[in-house]
């Protein structure tokens, strides 16, 4: 079974490593494999300073067989009230759960949150033109293309263009 929660910060050793391995198993995320490290402590200050803003969340799945992390969607709101009611969202889930419907419940347990906060009019994301997994998932969803980052991305020596998008709630 798979359990959808906010994470806490007993989930810090779990979040860094569920993340590298995202980074390893993918490249439609922002750092690639083996670019960046994250420790314990980095991943328990994030998972705490997230915890105590009102406009942002940090979400995990958690699969309650084997105690380990699976998937994450983070959702960063802004603090100017001219910008309070628009968050960015990043998701992802590990290869071994791709397709298993995981990211769609990572959005809609962030939806429900995000109507709660009563001021959530916008949430956007950007992503990889050819990530059509992703593109899939967001158009199911109802998330729009607003437009075209040209060449925004950069892997090995190719740039890559990426859609923005969002959805009005
Ligand atoms: C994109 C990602 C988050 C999707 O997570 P997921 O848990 O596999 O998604 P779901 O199982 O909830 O799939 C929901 C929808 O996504 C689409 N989808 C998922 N995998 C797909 C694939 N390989 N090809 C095409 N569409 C796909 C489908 O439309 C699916 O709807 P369906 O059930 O009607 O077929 C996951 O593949 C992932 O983490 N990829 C690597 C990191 C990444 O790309 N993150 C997003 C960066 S913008």
């Known amino acids: 079974m798979i359990q959808i929660r906010e994470a806490c910060e007993y989930d810090a050793k779990r979040f860094a490593k569920m993340q590298l391995q995202i980074d390893g198993e993918t490249d439609y995320m922002l750092y690639g494999a083996g670019e960046r490290e994250i420790t314990t402590k980095d991943a328990r200050k994030r998972i705490e300073f997230f915890a105590d803003l009102p406009y942002s969340l940090i979400l995990v799945a958690e699969d309650m067989e084997t105690d380990e992390l699976i998937g994450f969607l983070i959702a960063d709101g802004n603090p100017p009230n001219r910008m309070q009611h628009s968050v960015y969202i990043a998701v992802g889930v590990v290869k071994s759960h791709w397709g298993q419907g995981v990211a769609t419940r990572l959005f809609t347990h962030m939806e ?29 969803l109802g ?7 040209r060449d925004s991305f950069m892997i090995g020596t190719d740039y890559y263009d990426t859609y923005w998008m969002s959805k009005l709630i």
């Open 112 to 140: 429900t949150w995000a109507k709660a906060r009563g001021v959530v009019r916008r949430i956007e994301l950007g992503v990889l033109c050819e990530n059509k997994a992703a593109l899939h998932l967001y158009q199911n």
């Open 143 to 149: 998330y729009e293309i607003e437009g075209t980052h």
